[in-house]
């Protein structure tokens, strides 16, 4: 679905659920606003306990000249708070899609079976899925605004073509990888209706 078609189907969605106070939120990650990454989530409140979070990221940048971090995520996530909605700690259930296209970040990172290393010469294109479990605590700034700490752990099928640089177009081969580690981190700003 292309953005300027989901902004109008979110605000429909949200007109016809009769907001009330404490019933939705839209929030923004600051890392990823620390990253260049335009991210929006907005999280409804299904029952007493539980609400739904759909966040979306886009990098469409290039770091520099050889290096790239492009990529598009959406992470939907059930959540269950052990107070009340929107107030202090919660779990999560969420799901991970995304399509990337990064390299050329030079690194020596190797952890739980996945060597980042392999990013500092080499360029990655594909598409990753996946689940994972987060913990949370939202900590109430005043009446329309928290602020979020979450971090979760998970698994994620990637899938990809490898280049040889990134800025060439030589494609060296294909493969899959299945990731486990961290899923989520967030310091998440979130504005309350």
């Known amino acids: 679905m292309k953005l300027r078609n989901f902004i109008p189907l979110l605000f429909g969605i949200l007109c016809t659920m009769g ?23 907005v999280e409804v409140g299904l029952a007493p306990k539980w609400t739904l979070d759909i966040s979306g990221n886009l990098n469409a940048w290039d770091i520099n000249e050889n290096a790239k971090w492009r990529h598009i995520l959406a992470q939907p996530e059930a959540r269950y708070w052990f107070c009340d909605r929107f107030s202090r700690h919660f779990i999560g259930f969420h799901a991970i899609g ?21 990013l500092s010469e080499e360029r990655y294109q594909g598409y990753g899925i996946g689940a994972g479990v987060a913990y949370g ?50 310091v998440n700003l979130v504005y309350l209706f």
């Open 98 to 118: 995304s399509i990337y296209n990064v390299g050329g970040i030079k690194n020596n990172i190797s952890f739980l079976g996945t060597d980042f290393s392999k």
């Open 137 to 186: 605590y939202a900590f109430i700034l005043g009446k329309h605004w928290n602020l979020e700490l979450e971090v979760g752990v998970g698994y994620t099928y990637l899938n990809y073509d490898r280049y040889q640089c990134t800025g060439c177009g030589r494609k060296v081969g294909s493969g899959d990888h299945h990731y486990v580690g961290l899923t989520k981190a967030a």
């Open 19 to 41: 907001v009330k106070a404490q019933d939705v939120a839209i929030k923004t990650n600051l890392l990823y606003d620390a990253t260049a990454t335009v991210n929006l989530g």
